[in-house]
């Protein structure tokens, strides 16, 4: 008998919703700050969602990749060892978590090196099994916005008749050319699978490296009005400003680094200042 690979999507506890949504998580691309992740891993533990089931990450990463050491260092899994014990080594994660009484679905993973068909198969075919009639991922990307303002938010649609909607939320239809994530193949794929999807990217200060609070914060509270979750974020809003301070305290110790900050400031307020009022008529 010939040899078959397993199946890499496992389904443990298949809930059955009515037009549930999944909140879509990826590691890599568009992940900036954390920002990504961090917001979708909240929503997870506030809710306390339970797992119901993963992606086998072997057939979708490169785990030796030639070339550099700081080049391989950014594929290769991220091993831990201690007084010649080995404490830990942590492959990719693909997991979905299901809160039933919101039907909300989400997923936290690490976008594919290779086979994103068949990842996206995956993605696709749980959604299909457990009710889901709309994915919503979650990204960011690093702009000119400073630390000390929220993030500019932009959106992306399937159904590009949802972007008047989503833009009462204070989202920007997004514009962009150049290479593609892979939640945008994704949403390439949603449409003729049945599935409304939604991509909401997050700008954020490019000059920084690392967890962004402020910006996962902000991104949470935007997420909450828009799946319509009463959540108590006050120690979201506490680690933010916490964090803001920090980094306030650590730019103003440079000179050069504090003149580029307040340039980015006043080039944010002045965008609002022009959004926020009104063109005069001829």
């Not at 950014?74 to 080594?89: D, M, N, Q, T």
């Not at 932009?154 to 290479?179: H, I, M, N, Q």
């Not at 307040?262 to 080039?267: G, I, M, S, T």
Request: glycine share 8%; proline share 9%; with cysteine.
């Amino acid at each position: 008998m010939p040899f078959q690979p397993p199946e890499p999507l496992t389904i443990h506890r298949q809930p059955q919703l009515d037009r549930a949504t999944l909140v879509l998580a990826l590691t890599g691309w568009m992940d900036g700050g954390d920002v990504s992740t961090g917001t979708v891993q909240r929503l997870i533990d506030l809710l306390g969602a339970k797992s119901i089931g993963q992606i086998d990450p072997e057939p979708f990463y490169i785990y030796n990749l030639p070339g550099s050491m700081e080049v391989a260092a950014l594929f290769r899994p991220f091993a831990e060892i201690e007084a010649g014990h080995v404490k830990s080594f942590e492959m990719p994660s693909n997991r979905f978590f299901v809160h039933e009484p919101a039907k909300l679905v989400f997923f936290v993973g690490k976008e594919p090196n290779v086979a994103w068909r068949t990842f996206g198969d995956c993605i696709l075919r749980l959604a299909a099994e457990v009710g889901v009639a709309r994915i919503l991922f979650v990204g960011s990307f690093g702009g000119s916005v400073p630390h000390t303002r929220e993030p500019r938010l932009f959106v992306s649609c399937s159904d590009p008749a949802r972007l008047p909607e989503l833009g009462r939320y204070g989202l920007k239809p997004s514009t962009y050319r150049g290479p593609g994530s892979f939640s945008t193949y994704l949403m390439t794929r949603a449409e003729p699978a049945g599935v409304e999807m939604i991509s909401l990217v997050a700008e954020i200060p490019s000059y920084l490296q690392g967890t962004n609070p402020l910006s996962i914060e902000a991104v949470t509270r935007r997420l909450a009005k828009i799946l319509q979750l009463p959540l108590d974020l006050d120690e979201l809003r506490a680690a933010s400003t916490q964090w803001e301070l920090q980094v306030t305290a650590a730019v103003e110790e440079n000179a050069e680094m504090a003149k580029t900050v307040r340039d980015l400031e006043n080039a944010y307020d002045n965008d609002l200042l022009q959004q926020e009022t009104p063109e005069e008529q001829p």
